[in-house]
């Protein structure tokens, strides 16, 4: 157990939906990393927070949308659903930011189904 | 632009051998080359990384090498055992803050 928690484990909706995946880093966390995998691309860094600011960006689409809060949860929003963006999508928290940053400790992932 | 390549996409060793993961990267900024496992229906975990100030770092049978004029960094796992199957990542965090992973290898142990 990695002590980062992400909800739901499963999600399965529509084309068009709009759903929010939830991520709590571990304790005293400050910094809390966003990726998606699919089987054909590997694991894709989305976006990066950092006590609450974002710190860097990745190959995120403009419909996704996160963000991270006074207690350092996060969220990560993706609207207007497309079958392709059926996937896992995996939180990681590190106590730091950048490349400076130790180790980073993935959730179990909560896997998106687009119907 | 920022890229990280890695070889083999899926290798399969016998029991007791080794197994060696390549890696490339693209950014002759980036100092910070982690590599992480994944078992099935799990998150990456990290198994072990390395900084460039350092060509080479051991921790028990994992070892990585990082040769930073060839811009490449290698995975050594040695006396393969069963449970080192699973899908191993490597990384590297470029000048941007962004990282970015290997597309995976698939290690098989075959008994």
């Known amino acids: 157990d990695s002590g980062v928690t992400q909800t739901p484990k499963h999600l399965i909706t529509a084309t068009g939906q709009r759903v929010t995946l939830r991520c709590s880093p571990r304790?005293?966390?400050?910094?809390v990393y966003w990726y998606q995998q699919s089987l054909d691309q590997g694991l894709q860094f989305l976006i990066q927070?950092?006590?609450?600011?974002?710190?860097a960006k990745g190959n995120i689409l403009e419909r996704f949308s996160a963000q991270q809060f006074p207690d350092l949860h996060s969220e990560l929003n993706l609207s207007s659903l497309e079958l392709g963006d059926s996937a896992l999508y995996f939180c990681?928290?590190?106590?730091?930011?950048?490349?400076?940053?130790?180790?980073?400790?993935f959730g179990p992932g909560t896997r998106l189904t687009v119907l | 632009g920022e890229n990280v390549e890695q070889h083999p996409s899926t290798l399969s060793v016998q029991e007791g051998d080794s197994a060696v993961i390549k890696c490339t990267y693209s950014?002759?900024?980036?100092?910070?080359f982690p590599w992480y496992k994944q078992e099935l229906g799990k998150g990456p975990q990290l198994i072990i990384d390395?900084?460039?100030?350092?060509g080479e770092k051991k921790d028990q049978r994992i070892a990585v090498t990082l040769n930073k004029t060839a811009k490449h960094f290698s995975l050594h796992i040695t006396e393969t055992q069963p449970e080192d199957s699973a899908v191993y990542f490597c990384a590297a965090f470029f000048r941007d803050d962004k990282i970015i992973f290997g597309k995976g290898t698939r290690l098989h142990i075959l008994p």
């Open positions: 927070y950092y006590n609450g600011e974002e710190r």
């Open positions: 390395i900084r460039s100030n350092v």
């Open positions: 990681a928290s590190s106590p730091r930011s950048g490349r400076g940053a130790r180790e980073q400790f």
């Open positions: 304790s005293g966390d400050l910094s």
């Open positions: 950014d002759s900024a980036s100092n910070y």
